[in-house]
């Protein structure tokens, strides 16, 4: 069941077909796992009279904690909104530690608001046996998003309109990783499709520690 990957954001109506097939396959295969507790959607409500201005600085994790393949999960900027920290073992965009290979993201499909996982390069998402990641990617089981990793988190495969959100992080020099902002585009429910990322500060409570 391979993924339709897009060329220049646009696919033949062959693909097109192909891919909501593989959609529907991929649907049932989930339903019939009991794991469609993955597919959730998050839904950022509004706060009348609440506005937000600057990200909190978050301790997620420390260099020695991490391995190569290690993953982190933890809310940002708000309690309620998941994101994904791993350490590649491969230079990144964005990335920090000595090897410049530890990168976060919002999991919060930018298509539809799915929660993907991390796929190591070689490896497979467990909803799609036949995909074999050809980088460390972020897999949505919904309709199957391929977001590249290594190149902050750009599309490489699927239906998503624009990369994943990259969570901007620091290590201080006792080697602790923190959480302190977030890049474009908006953290998905909060106007999304946006660039302007205080629109991620709104509708709810920051996070104060992980
Ligand atoms: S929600 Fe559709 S691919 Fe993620």
Redesign the pocket.
């Known amino acids: 069941m391979p993924v339709q990957e897009s060329a220049g954001g646009e696919e033949t109506d062959e693909s097109r077909r192909d891919f909501l097939k593989a959609a529907a396959a991929i649907s049932g295969v989930l339903a019939v796992a009991g794991i469609a507790s993955v597919m959730k959607s998050v839904v950022i409500p509004s706060v009348p009279g609440q506005t937000q201005s600057s990200f909190p600085r978050v301790k997620v994790s420390s260099l020695s904690e991490l391995s190569t393949g290690k993953v982190v999960l933890f809310n940002y900027p708000l309690d309620t909104e998941p994101n994904l920290l791993v350490k590649l073992g491969q230079s990144a965009t964005g990335g920090v530690g000595p090897d410049g290979d530890i990168v976060a993201f919002s999991q919060v499909?930018q298509?539809?608001?799915?929660i993907?996982g991390y796929v190591p390069k070689g490896g497979s998402p467990s909803v799609n046996p036949s995909y074999v990641a050809p980088e460390p990617v972020g897999y949505?089981p919904?309709?199957?998003?391929v977001y590249n990793l290594t190149q902050g988190a750009a599309v490489i495969g699927?239906?998503?309109p624009r990369p994943q959100p990259q969570v901007q992080l620091d290590v201080d020099s006792s080697g602790d990783i923190y959480a302190v902002g977030m890049g474009a585009p908006a953290v998905f429910g909060h106007d999304t499709g946006s660039n302007d990322v205080s629109n991620d500060l709104q509708g709810g409570t920051l996070v104060t520690s992980t």
């Open positions: 499909c298509h539809l608001g799915c993907w949505c919904c309709h199957g998003s699927g239906p998503s």
